[in-house]
T-cell receptor, first 113, second 116 residues
């Protein structure tokens, strides 16, 4: 079964600074990978996803993620953070022919002025 | 992708009572999922609900505690039964939307449950 690790529980960044959130997965083949964001009191919103093809994926809100098979990673990045990016970020992994998603523990992002 | 309407958005309930959460989807979907998110935690899958069949529960979750209905391809309910304070969580429904370009999962806005 697939699993995912988000090593960073909490990250604080200054507004305008770059942001990188780490995600490592465990799966024997190429998984389906997702990044979701959860703002306080809200549900989950999909930022981006990767299934195959170009390993650099562009998402909404200026986010991108890069799939690195050799490192079993799918790190999320944003060049310049806005105060509205303060939220909880979840990496999730799924697999072909398996509808179950496994979520990481999440990373809380705080943006300071 | 599908749009999900989930309600109630929040509730405060007395221990020993039950709460039913509803999830309405704006299109027909085969698979619907129910998740629990305990305070400060990640999402844990409770069960998978397919129309016309019994829900499939994950380890640690049982039908008597979390009965699920799936009467048609656009609707599902999750009941949290005989509640205790440990059931205080956010409960989210999710659907899988198939397709080559669009494949993925959409989530409802969640139900924040507090048991007192």
């Amino acid at each position: 079964a697939q699993s995912v690790t988000q090593p960073d529980i909490h990250i604080t960044v200054s507004e305008g600074a770059s942001l990188e959130l780490r995600c490592n997965y465990s799966y024997g083949a190429t998984p389906y990978l997702f990044w979701y964001v959860q703002s306080p009191g809200q549900g989950l919103q999909l930022l981006l996803k990767y299934f195959s093809g170009d390993t650099l994926v562009q998402g909404i809100k200026g986010f991108e993620a890069e799939f690195k098979r050799s490192q079993s990673s799918f790190n999320l990045r944003k060049p310049s953070v806005h105060w509205s990016d303060a939220a909880e970020y979840f990496c999730a992994v799924g697999a072909p022919n398996d509808y179950k998603l496994s979520f990481g523990a999440g990373t809380t992002v705080t943006v300071r002025a | 992708s599908a749009v999900i309407s989930q309600k109630p958005s929040r509730d405060i309930c007395q221990r020993g009572t039950s709460l039913t959460i509803q999830c309405q989807v704006d299109s027909q979907v085969t698979m619907m999922f129910w998740y629990r998110q305990q305070p400060g935690q990640s999402l844990t899958l409770i069960a998978t609900a397919n129309q016309g069949s019994e829900a499939t529960y994950e380890s640690g979750f049982v039908i008597d505690k979390f009965p699920i209905s799936r009467p048609n391809l656009t609707f599902s309910t999750l009941t949290v039964s005989n509640m205790s304070p440990e059931d205080s969580s956010i409960y989210l429904c999710s659907v899988e939307y198939p397709g080559e370009e669009d494949y993925g999962y959409t989530f409802g806005s969640g139900t924040r449950l507090t048991v007192v």
